[in-house]
Every structure is written in C-alpha cells, then in structure tokens.
C-alpha cells in the first residue's frame, strides 16, 4: 500500500470531533475512528467505530446519559496496525510548536511497518483539581509483522499490554521541566536524554531520548533527524497537541462551543454545530455524518 492509499484508508477510518471553546487555540479532539484507540484521563482505552456508536466520544464521558449507555457498544477489537502514525516527509504539530524530519531508513522502516511511530501523553492531578500534562511524546519501537497485525480488546489492559510488548528506542516529546533523569528513565524506558528546547514559560522541556548502549543502531539513526522547534509560551491541557492539520477554522465562528467533523486531512465534512448536546444527539449527528461520506471516498 503506497502513501496515498494509506492516507486515503485513514481517512475513510478517522472522523475526527474537533469542539472549539473560549481558548484560541483548538481543544482536544476525539476520533470516532474505526479501530483508532484514545485514552481517558485514567487510561482507560476506549475506541468507536462506525459500528458502535453505542458509547460516547472522550469528551463527552462525563455527559449525564453516559449511565444509561449500554456497554455492548465497545465490545470487540482492533488492529494494532490501525494506532500506527503513517511515514510523513515531515512531522509538523503547531501546538507543539515542533516540526522533524526522520531519517530515509527510519522512515523507511515505518513504511514497511519494521518500526511503529505512536503518540502518548499523560496529566498530572493538582489538589486544587486543575489538570496539566505531565508530558506528550511519540513513541518509536521496533515491531514484527505479528504485532502489526495484532486483534486487541478496545476495552481493558489490552492495549497497554501490546505497548509493553514492543521494543521501544526512542521517544521525542515534551516533558514537564521539573522531572527528574531518574523519572524520565521510568517514563521513556530510556536512558539517554537530550533537551533541544525549553517552553518559552520553563516549565516543559523539549527532549529526545534513546539508548546508545543497548540500542546503538537505532540511536544513531534517530541522532540524524531534523528539527525546526519554535517553542510555544506553554504547554495548555485544553489543546490537543497532535493537532497538525487544523488551520483557519475559527473564522466566521459566533458562537461557544462549536462541533465540526474533519477528517484526518483536516477537511470539513460536516456543517458547524453550536453549543452542547446530549449523548443521543451526538449518536444521531454522528451516525449523518458517517452516512454521508461520499460513495468515491468509500
């Protein structure tokens, strides 16, 4: 399957939520994807298909009909292969203020699905009940073609337990600046970090991290890639950091909270929806939506 082709399945397989609020910038989205994991503040992996919108998109898990919603809708499985982030020329996050350009045999290997590219992040929890992350990464591992093919439970440890199962070597993401080597070792499962930037506020670093001892030749490999940081002010919790294709989409918005679909191209599919709805109404747009995808792009 060539790029284009792998573009266009993903595009047919994410449909995107994107909800705009009082913030400039945009929110976290959910995908309504089929087989494309997301998880909850607790981790929880939870993916909706086109076949199961029984449950909720992420940002709408604390919508008072979410206790009537039978769980049937999230049973099943998806393909690892599925999570997996495509071979770019370049890696461009605006939210991050980060863009890279991997090296032809690493990107080579992606494509080949020999390496899987995976984006993680994880919050911390203040007293005062204010959240923030603790940090965003993309994930590079060694993977095997069994593993790509892997059917996982979209529900429970399973997805967790693949991630452990892989041979992470690198990782590049931003990280809160007051952890420690010691922690970022437990975190990336790697000991060699090097900051590239800091946040314009000091509170998160900008790091790349692998492991020259035990994993030399990836190490070297991912010492070639390219970078073009222009570090943000901060590192807001209400801003989807993977965001990389939404662009000018505030124009002409007069009301908060507005609900779009896009797909993972960044293209509007549906008409704007304004303020907040129930769990019911989200299920009937949801489901309009997906039926009108055109028959070409099927």
Not at 146 to 153: C, F, L, M, Y
Not at 243 to 252: P, V
Request: charged share 30%.
């Amino acid at each position: 399957m060539n790029d284009q082709e792998t573009l266009k399945r993903k595009r047919l397989t994410r449909i995107i939520t994107v909800v705009l609020t009082l913030c400039l910038l945009v929110t976290p989205y959910s995908a309504l994807a089929e087989s494309i994991p997301a998880q909850d503040m607790a981790g929880q992996n939870i993916v909706l298909d086109e076949d199961s919108l029984d449950g909720p998109p992420p940002q709408l898990l604390n919508d008072p009909d979410l206790a009537k919603m039978e769980p049937g809708g999230l049973d099943g499985t998806f393909t690892a292969q599925d999570i997996l982030w495509p071979k770019e020329d370049e890696y461009v996050f605006p939210n991050l203020g980060l863009k890279f350009k991997l090296n032809k045999k690493v990107l080579k290997a992606i494509d080949k699905q020999n390496y899987a590219l995976i984006d993680d992040m994880a919050f911390d929890d203040h007293a005062d009940g204010a959240i923030e992350y603790k940090y965003v990464m993309m994930t590079f591992s060694k993977m095997t073609q069994k593993q790509a093919q892997e059917e996982i439970q979209k529900i429970g440890m399973g997805f967790q337990n693949w991630l452990k199962s892989l041979d992470r070597f690198a990782t590049l993401g931003l990280f809160k600046a007051s952890l420690t080597d010691k922690e970022l070792n437990e975190i990336t499962g790697l000991k060699d970090h090097k900051e590239l930037a800091t946040t314009q506020d000091g509170q998160y670093r900008y790091i790349l991290s692998t492991d020259s001892k035990n994993r030399k030749k990836e190490a070297k490999l991912m010492a070639k890639t390219e970078f073009d940081i222009e570090p943000i002010e901060e590192l807001r919790a209400d801003c989807d950091p993977w965001a990389n294709r939404l662009y000018g989409l505030l124009d002409d918005i007069i009301a908060f909270p507005v609900t779009f679909f896009v797909d993972q191209e960044g293209q509007v599919i549906s008409e704007e929806y304004s303020g907040s709805k129930t769990l019911a109404e989200w299920k009937e747009i949801a489901e309009k939506v997906l039926a009108d995808v055109s028959p070409e792009e099927k």
